[in-house]
């Protein structure tokens, strides 16, 4: 019989289909992907690109990661901030940045074939950009994620790179987690996220990897077939102030990940996204538990399933695959 | 310079991103569907289908709508309700039901097709069955909704039809709805549906239609380019308790808007869902603001762009027209 299952942090339930159980050779692929546009990221090509604003060279001087502003932003930093009301509505200018982290000079589509430094080198990028952008005052949240296919938002170009935005708002998601981090921790004084992971290696069916300070798992409660967490162990709210160590760490820990995801799912479109807390300034009087009820994490979220969109409407996720089994064929993966 | 607008009932902020601003005629379409599969909701094919557990029929008793349960049901009536904990865990059997609602005899794919009388029968059939639902005391909430085309859902079945699924539980949309909406009415006293119909009856510049007394517009702040939500003007929490001169005035504004949908952006798919309250069973000393708070809808999203499943993991809507235009372009387009 399926099973209703609810997300902690969120307070979300989810159907969990058994009835409908898929396992990882039942998903067809999806390929509607138009013909690919000319690379303007590859190494060669930057004059195609706006400007750099950031990168990171090897000793001969050339670029390993690079990091431009989107021709197309979402925010710009164009004007001061303002905000309005109108009868029940709200509104502010988009202000902030929206950038492009182009992970490797090579024409390389997928994270998962870049080595270990290169994505440690990506991740020393991320951190790099969070600092500078924490420097202005009218930012409250970043979000760094990466869109890889075309279904899943990667666009006409399969050049991997990351995308960052930077905005005076908090994000809904993020949000929801902050508050339901707090709610939990105002009753048990415990880091909820904390609870997950040692509920998980304690149980140890839903765990996919422990290793160098990370738990990579399947979430209780996914709201799709083979959606992964990755958490690191030591808590902490803020993605960016990670150790040199946990970079490495992350490096080795993302890229065993991805691959498990690309050898047994074939080469699926995903997403993935880094949930981190907001900026706190430090106001006269202002006070947060942030610092102790959030944990930042990576969510990767493969794309499987055709059924989209109604989800939106709903808020009701149904997902045809079993958490438990799911985490254990990415487990016996070998890569 | 690209906006941030805030739904005032759900709290979530949206990027209109007028930058990248589209008009109806820049949607590129999507037809990645496979090959239909043999009809089994035809007149004449029931018996390819489980048995029908509600119909209207003509008067030479031929029907015109017909009930089925789901084939694969997501919830099912077979167990007594039970809840579980586990550590932060919580499940629940997945009791309810999982219905189809085929709507028309004849091979018609997309319900702005339908004459205004057949669309009035779907309506009349699911208040019906909300009535019949609702004796059941272990379900708490009604989903109706509708997935037109197979980027939406839709399977490989073109033959128009909706879907109705009970639950146990609260979904997590409608829910964030209702505490949005209680929210506001603890503070306002007034139903934050209410306001903004009047709001939007006042400003005039997001309303498609206002007929029958109901109000077509595009929200403030949408997730989706040419979003829709038909509100009725009469505030009442629950769908299933419409007179029926409300059902036939649905009946021509549900007609009227899907077509304008068809018309102007060229068929494209769309999912449909109504947000009604969930049951309130009388409780001894329960009690409950819902009746005031909380206003029925309909929410219609057309699939227009790719960018799917980034959203998802960041609750991050980045919409790429601009409402007020969208409603225009709406308004104008005569069916």
Redesign the interface.
């Known amino acids: ?6 997300d ?1 942090i ?4 989810v ?1 969990i ?1 058994t ?2 159980a898929k396992r990882p050779k039942d998903f067809a692929h ?1 390929n ?1 992907a138009p013909p690919e546009k000319e690379c303007p990221f590859c190494r060669g090509k930057e004059t195609m690109t706006p400007p750099e604003i950031y990168s990171i060279k090897d000793s001969q001087g050339n670029w390993r990661v690079r990091v431009i502003p989107s021709k ?5 930093f ?2 001061e901030l303002w905000k309005k009301g109108k ?8 202000v902030g940045s929206h950038e492009v982290i182009v992970e490797t000079p090579d024409h390389i589509a997928n994270m998962a074939d870049l080595d270990e430094n290169a994505i440690k080198d990506v991740l020393f990028t991320y951190c790099s950009r969070f600092k500078e952008i924490e420097k202005d005052n009218r930012i409250k949240s970043v ?1 760094v ?1 990466k ?1 890889y296919g ?4 990667g666009g006409r170009i399969k050049h991997s790179r990351s995308q960052l ?1 930077s ?10 987690e902050l508050e339901g981090g707090k709610h ?1 921790y105002d009753y048990h004084e415990r880091c ?1 996220f904390c ?2 992971i040692r ?1 998980e290696l ?2 140890g069916q839903r765990v996919v990897l422990e290793q160098d300070g990370f738990v990579v798992l399947v979430p ?2 996914p ?2 077939p083979f959606e992964i967490w990755i958490l690191p162990k030591k808590h902490s709210p803020d993605f960016y102030k990670i150790s040199d160590d946990q970079v490495w760490g992350l490096s080795r820990v993302l890229k065993k990940t991805l691959l498990k995801i690309k050898v047994l799912l074939n080469d699926p479109q995903y ?3 880094i949930h981190t807390a907001p900026f706190r300034r430090p106001y006269p009087g202002y006070w947060s538990t942030i610092e102790e009820d959030y944990h930042w994490h990576l ?1 990767i ?1 493969p ?1 499987l399933t ?11 996720y ?1 997902c045809p695959t079993l958490p438990e089994e799911a985490a254990k064929f990415l487990k016996e993966t070998n890569v």
């Open positions: 019989m399926p099973q209703l299952r609810k902690p969120l307070g979300r339930w159907i289909a009835e409908r999806i509607s197309k932003p979402f925010v710009t164009g004007e009868g029940p509505y709200d509104l502010i200018n988009a979000l994620f869109n075309w279904d899943a938002g935005i905005t005076p708002v908090n994000l809904k998601r993020v949000k929801e939990y909820i609870d997950i509920q304690n149980e209780f409660a709201r799709f997403n993935c996204v969510e979220t794309h055709r059924v989209a969109g109604f989800e939106w409407g709903s808020g009701f149904i």
